[in-house]
């Protein structure tokens, strides 16, 4: 019998999977996948690598195989790139039934969105933002939406912050009460109860769980490890490490866009072979970028968190964090973008004196402690005088090209939508409280 007949999926699934490489189910796939074919609701939590997207996919599309229509199934995603390879994942698995994909994402032209959504898709794959306002803008998809079987939520936790869950709860308003709702995620908090769930979600059903990442544990084919240094003497030692790692593939992690232009701008002028992806940069460019890092035409990416959840990229052996993370979920995102499915990688956490406290809640959250890769200061001491050379023409070039100042603004902008939602908050606190009182 095939490995993946046992889960109940039809012949051509499994000649699917034959194609693919897919040669035996995951244990979140095992677990999930039977109780998706029998129409239940799930939460399928498990780490970064082990099929998420694989588990949810089969069962939509061997139910869509049976009476295809549009729009049988919408996926939302926080992420422009992570929907993009949602989108083709779905292409690739539904081959063999003329299967129509649409991506909405922000970034892309609005023309040639709503031409894909005139072609009906059966699947539409979006980021919240973008699919709202393609639900305003587009007749045929505020019409066909009303036939939407199933609505996912890949990298729920994400999809749950103050700053999306608006516009969740917006396009919930178009779809039908009777579908089926599948979470995905790698890490889970408090929010994945029944309870708030169905508050979330404005629906009254139960949730069936699968867990097999409990304790929040990365994979086991993954060293981790740190390096200690003065924050002073950083970069040498990053740049220092680099050295001992050239031609690897690999993704550099900081936690900001003006981080990030700027250091794969000092690997690009210290002759690494370097690019770049974070929210600063237009939806081509972003793109234009990663097709670059995937195709191996450069072996480096130096990113934000946008590439920290889902992206799938079998070639990445290295994950480096420049920035230590200050959500610790981050970190098990950034580091699963190595040693997936069932390879060996490598993550190194460059720590100074004032990430302590960060590393070492990382390590609780994970139940284990990462191992100390000891520096060799006398190296880093000698290309010093390199680096710093190096950093001062970027810093310069950076100031006289504007995108200094474009940070500025950038950074500026992100602290007043944030205030501007905690100020919203507080008056929907007070407006349910006086809901409260009322009722009393």
């Not at 949730?207 to 086991?220: H, S």
């Not at 770049?276 to 237009?282: A, I, M, P, R």
């Not at 100031?399 to 950074?411: A, L, R, Y």
């Not at 606190?429 to 009182?437: G, H, L, R, T």
């Amino acid at each position: 019998m095939h490995p993946f007949a046992k889960l109940g999926l039809d012949s051509w699934i499994q000649k699917t999977c034959d194609k693919v490489g897919y040669q035996n189910p995951t244990k979140i796939q095992e677990l999930a996948i039977p109780p998706l074919l029998r129409k239940q609701h799930v939460i399928a939590n498990a780490e970064t690598g082990s099929g998420k997207t694989a588990t949810f996919a089969f069962p939509i599309l061997q139910d869509l195989a049976k009476d295809p229509f549009g729009v049988f199934a919408i996926v939302l995603t926080a992420n422009r790139e992570l929907a993009m390879q949602i989108s083709e994942q779905f292409t690739i698995f539904g081959s063999s039934l003329n299967l129509r994909v649409s991506t909405l994402v922000g970034g892309v032209d609005f023309n040639k969105q709503l031409s894909e959504l005139e072609r009906i898709p059966h699947i539409v794959v979006g980021t919240p933002g973008r699919t709202l306002d393609m639900i305003d803008k587009s007749p045929v998809l505020k019409e066909y939406i009303e036939n939407v079987k199933y609505l996912v939520l890949d990298e729920a936790d994400r999809l749950f912050e103050d700053s999306i869950i608006e516009d969740i709860q917006s396009i919930l308003e178009f779809i039908p009460q009777e579908k089926q709702i599948i979470l995905a995620t790698a890490t889970i908090n408090d929010d994945f109860n029944d309870k708030k769930l169905n508050e979330i979600l404005k629906t009254n059903v139960k949730f069936e769980r699968f867990c097999v990442n409990q304790q929040k544990k990365v994979v086991q084919t993954l060293k981790q490890k740190f390096v200690l240094v003065p924050e002073m003497v950083k970069d040498q030692n990053f740049i220092n490490l680099l050295n001992k790692f050239k031609g690897i593939s690999m993704i550099i992690f900081v936690n900001k866009c003006r981080t990030c232009h700027f250091i794969n701008a000092l690997l690009n002028q210290l002759e690494f072979s370097s690019t770049s992806l974070h929210s600063g940069l237009k939806q081509g460019q972003r793109i234009s970028h990663l097709k670059t890092f995937k195709s191996q035409a450069a072996n480096i990416l130096v990113a934000t968190d946008v590439a920290s959840r889902g992206l799938d990229i079998p070639t990445v052996d290295l994950v480096i964090n420049y920035d230590i993370p200050k959500n610790s979920d981050d970190y098990i995102h950034r580091v699963g973008r190595t040693a997936r499915k069932g390879k060996r990688g490598l993550a190194i956490s460059i720590m100074t004196q004032y990430d302590v406290q960060l590393i070492l809640n990382i390590e609780k959250n994970i139940g284990e402690k990462l191992e100390e890769l000891k520096v060799d200061e006398e190296e880093a001491l000698e290309i010093a005088p390199k680096v710093n050379k190096a950093k001062k023409f970027v810093k310069i070039k950076m100031s006289e090209d504007g995108s200094s100042e474009n940070f500025d603004k950038q950074e500026q902008d992100k602290k007043s939508y944030k205030e501007f939602i905690r100020e919203q908050k507080k008056l929907k606190k007070v407006e349910n409280n006086k809901i409260q009182e009322e009722k009393q």
